[in-house]
């Protein structure tokens, strides 16, 4: 991918938070945002992306001077299309807000080991899951965000979609992960606060010093895309003021009770006047969780009641600027692993593509194989991490390249029925 580099220096107001300085992680609904009444709010329904980096920005104590829907709002534009957010998307408004990821992203055969590795140091992670529709009964591709484990194993998990946070299981989030068309999902790590190393390259993207480079990817990708979707190559500009702000009027930041009323499940919009109001006030540690919830991912039938379904093409559009230190440091560091680190311990001997066919043409057929959900691809792409040999590589880059290429938006199939 090119990546225009800014010709001025930004100095992002980012600080290295403590672990027991962390703001608990509130959560936000795309649809009804606190502040979408006064601030002029437009694609909802499309705004599951931007949705998910607000809360991992309110948990960093930042962009206090907005709230919810000017950030929502703010960090779509540009990177938000009709047909959703990439997951480069992702990666670059993570950096708007000057987040750094915390490692490749994991995919297929991913271990749960992994995943909870990074819960434990602090991190959250970002996945792109399928969300069934009840009305149709297919999937269509969805950004949530899982930031704890319980003491069962469980995931909980903020939906933004949803009334409140709710607990998964791992069977149900690798499956919703699987489902994500057309050809499966990502999760992709953010560093927490709690985090050291996390909050050390944040402060450095902030003073505009050097990020050691080992998390950047060395193999450039090759080949065309699969559609022309273009939204990671399109420039942002920093959200971030050049002056710390005072904090206004409706931003989730801070818990501001206690306790949390019981909520639903599911979005209710009869009664749901602001989502971030009543429960991302409070600390998600304090809300007694239950039992995975049986139908996550799932659209409840009055969602879009009272919604405005259209997409806003003028107040997405974002002005063509320079991508941020913040930005393309997220974007160089954005990979993903197919396999497990036990299956890439062992390096393959031989090529393992064909020999007859070009790089392009292999690339195609796996691409085809891997939106058929062919069980056996997700091995073949993990092999393939393991293989040294450049054709290998390149096939793998291509297919890398789709991967973080596929947008993730919510309940589009819901909407494209209603």
């Not at 437009?42 to 907005?66: D, I, T």
Request: hydrophobic share 40%; charged share 20%.
């Amino acid at each position: 991918m090119s990546i225009r580099r800014s010709s001025t220096s930004e100095s992002l107001p980012v600080q290295a938070l403590r672990a027991d300085a962390a703001a608990p992680l509130p959560h936000i609904n795309q649809l009804r945002p606190k502040g979408a009444a006064s601030s002029h709010y437009v694609n909802g329904p499309y705004n599951c992306a931007p949705a998910v980096v607000a809360m991992v920005a309110r948990s960093w104590g930042k962009q206090g001077h907005l709230n919810d829907a000017q950030l929502i709002n703010s960090l779509g534009k540009g990177v938000v299309t009709s047909k959703g957010t990439t997951p480069e998307g992702v990666a670059q408004m993570l950096g708007r807000i000057g987040v750094p990821l915390a490692g490749e992203a994991l995919a297929g055969q991913y271990s749960d080991a992994a995943l909870k590795q990074h819960l434990q140091q602090g991190n959250t992670l970002i996945a792109q899951v399928g969300v069934n529709d009840r009305a149709t009964g297919q999937d269509s591709a969805h950004y949530v965000l899982i930031h704890k484990a319980t003491a069962d194993g469980n995931y909980v998990v903020s939906d933004p979609m949803a009334n409140k946070p709710y607990v998964i299981s791992p069977k149900q989030l690798r499956e919703a992960v699987g489902r994500a068309p057309p050809d499966g999902g990502l999760l992709i790590p953010v560093g927490g606060p709690g985090n050291a190393s996390a909050a050390a390259t944040a402060s450095s993207l902030a003073s505009g010093q050097p990020v050691p480079a080992e998390t950047a990817r060395t193999d450039a990708f090759v080949g065309a895309s699969r559609t022309s979707r273009g939204t990671a190559e399109m420039p942002l500009p920093s959200l971030l003021p050049t002056a710390p702000a005072a904090r206004g009027e409706g931003a989730t930041v801070l818990p501001s009770r206690a306790g949390a009323e019981s909520l639903l499940q599911g979005l209710n919009t009869a009664t749901l006047a602001s989502t971030t109001g009543a429960f991302a006030g409070s600390p998600a540690a304090s809300v007694p969780l239950e039992a995975p919830v049986p139908a996550a991912f799932s659209v409840p039938d009055n969602a879009l009641e009272g919604i405005d379904t259209r997409f806003h093409e003028a107040a997405a559009a974002g002005p063509a600027l320079p991508l941020s230190t913040a930005e393309q440091h997220n974007l160089a560091s954005l990979d993903i692993r197919y396999g497990q680190e036990s299956v890439q311990a062992a390096p393959v001997k031989e090529q393992i593509t064909s020999q007859e066919q070009n790089v392009e043409q292999i690339s195609r057929e796996l691409l085809s194989r891997k939106e058929r959900k062919d069980p056996e691809l997700t091995r073949l792409l993990a092999r393939l991490e393991s293989s040294l040999f450049s054709k290998d590589r390149q096939v793998l880059n291509r297919i890398k390249r789709e991967d973080l290429r596929d947008p993730g938006i919510g309940k589009k199939t819901w909407i494209d029925s209603f």
